[in-house]
């Protein structure tokens, strides 16, 4: 459910997983970041990617300044930062309007 109240759009948060393998600080991300998504999915669940391999991502509720990684200066948006299986971390930004559209079964 998402909330107007005067022109502020107000998105729920969602809580860190118990022993979650990521978190936002170690994404270089103020601790206290609210998530809008925090759980396993592959890419193409996250619509970030076509690709099906599975990783744990966390997707911050608002924009946030975050250093890209490969990337000369800092992003601005909402961030997604996931592991991948192997261990390795990866960040970028989503769309404003992101949502975590919850996979249908065939």
Known sequence: MVSVVGCQLLRPSVPLPA???LT???CGWDPATEL???GWASLAELQFAD???RVFAIVSRDAIDQLGFGRAGQMHGRG???LSEDGSLSMSTVADDWTFAMPTSS
Request: hydrophobic share 60%; charged share 15%; with cysteine.
């Open 19 to 21: 022993g979650a393998p």
């Open 24 to 26: 936002p600080a170690a």
């Open 36 to 38: 809008a998504f925090a």
């Open 51 to 53: 690709d099906a391999d």
């Open 80 to 82: 997604i930062c996931f």
